[in-house]
């Protein structure tokens, strides 16, 4: 599947819209801010990442001779939660290289994007996904496409069996996206998984967070904000406590309603919840789920909303926590009828062929100098370089997880 001739990143679109959305929220709002961004990859490879560093040097080369063509400005400037002023931005905006180092250390790969966060925030994705196929180029390729369309043939036919034999309420229907961007196994096939779903389940298939593609197939670019954005309100001068609060407005007055879904476990769902007032309750569409137990999350979040006076069909909860089709319908029986729902699927359609996927992230550790964290609510989830920030963060919001 992977072509191995042709640079991976072909175009500065090929990026999660959320991407796009917290560059111009933070580009507007704290244009001066710096940031650190570090590589880590959580599961055991089949051969050791640091053996890709030539490759991710060349492809980081390569990124970082792109710029944005007309027709995909023209494509941005076509949303309408994307402003002139950020157009304008990207027509001459170009990656730096001397932002970005790649070293090998011993069998490790080593990534530490370092600048301006308007220069460094949206190099995670691409490196992430020139990482993936890098190393799945050098995996063998016999039997790989087959057993990949035969999964997802499989998957595509279990869904819509499953809503024959039990249809979805209309007033509430199931709703999937497509989130495999980050973790991709190929370009070539994430695109062969989207144009497939668009046209096996068009009534269930809403969606993909890669603009590229959306722009491709004619279909609908998905995604708000992710944990960076909070996180690095930790670093803007609020008091810590209020930093949660004063990045949920900072969207507010950003989009003015567009992009209502609202990342909950920066610091947990029940700190998030106390922050999360009837002012935010009303302004957001919904949440979203990325960590802990799903079921648990979502009845919090139903009797938050019923606690607040707000009726919870009129509102959203979005999974998007390692899903595949069979538990996104479970999830969405459990809650059908009682809040809207949709649910995003990004490695178990993105890259499930017979090679383990590998489980690798670049997340914000530092913004303006000094240590952000998240403190999710799996404890494998949480990231922090800085023992005492941590520990201060813990005691603040009350998260022991």
Request: contains cysteine; proline residues 4%.
């Amino acid at each position: 599947m992977p072509n191995t001739s042709a640079p991976i990143v072909q175009s500065l679109l090929e990026n999660d819209l959320y991407k796009f959305t917290m560059w111009q929220a933070l580009l507007h709002s704290n244009p001066g801010a710096q940031a650190e961004y570090r590589f880590v990859c959580r599961n055991k490879p089949a051969f050791p990442l640091a053996e890709l560093k030539a490759d991710v040097e060349r492809e980081l080369d390569h990124l970082c001779s792109l710029i944005f063509r007309q027709d995909e400005l023209d494509y941005l400037a076509g949303l309408r939660f994307m402003k002139s002023d950020f157009i304008d931005f990207l027509s001459v905006f170009r990656f730096q290289r001397r932002f970005i180092e790649v070293r090998a250390n011993g069998e490790t790969l080593e990534i530490v994007a370092r600048g301006p966060i308007a220069h460094v925030m949206s190099l995670e994705i691409f490196v992430l996904y020139i990482v993936n196929e890098l190393y799945f180029r050098r995996l063998p390729q016999d039997g790989v496409q087959t057993a990949a369309r035969e999964r997802l043939h499989a998957k595509i036919t279990g869904l819509k069996e499953e809503l024959r034999q039990n249809p979805a309420d209309s007033a509430f229907p199931f709703v999937l996206f497509e989130f495999g961007l980050r973790r991709r196994y190929s370009g070539a096939w994430q695109d062969e998984v989207v144009r497939h779903l668009a046209e096996a389940a068009p009534e269930n298939f809403r969606g993909t967070s890669n603009v590229h593609l959306a722009k491709k197939h004619g279909i609908v670019a998905v995604g708000t904000m992710a944990h960076e954005y909070l996180q690095a309100y930790q670093s803007f001068g609020f008091r810590l406590r209020d930093f949660q609060k004063a990045a949920l407005e900072g969207w507010v007055q950003e989009f003015r309603g567009d992009l209502g879904v609202a990342l909950t476990d920066v610091v947990g769902m029940d700190a998030f919840l106390r922050d999360f007032d009837l002012y935010f309750a009303k302004l957001f569409d919904g949440l979203r789920h990325d960590s802990g137990d799903p079921i648990v999350w979502g009845e919090k979040a139903i009797a938050h909303y019923e606690a607040l006076g707000i009726d919870p069909t009129t509102k959203r909860l979005v999974f998007s926590d390692g899903l595949n089709i069979p538990r996104a319908l479970a999830l969405y029986r459990h809650f059908q009828g009682r809040i809207r729902t949709s649910f995003g699927i990004g490695t178990d359609l993105s890259n499930d062929t017979p090679h383990k996927a590998l489980n690798i992230v670049m997340k914000m550790t530092a913004c303006n100098g000094q240590p952000v964290a998240k403190l999710s609510d799996a404890p494998g989830k949480t990231l922090c370089e800085d023992g005492t920030f941590l520990a201060y963060l813990r005691q603040v919001f009350n998260h022991y997880v």
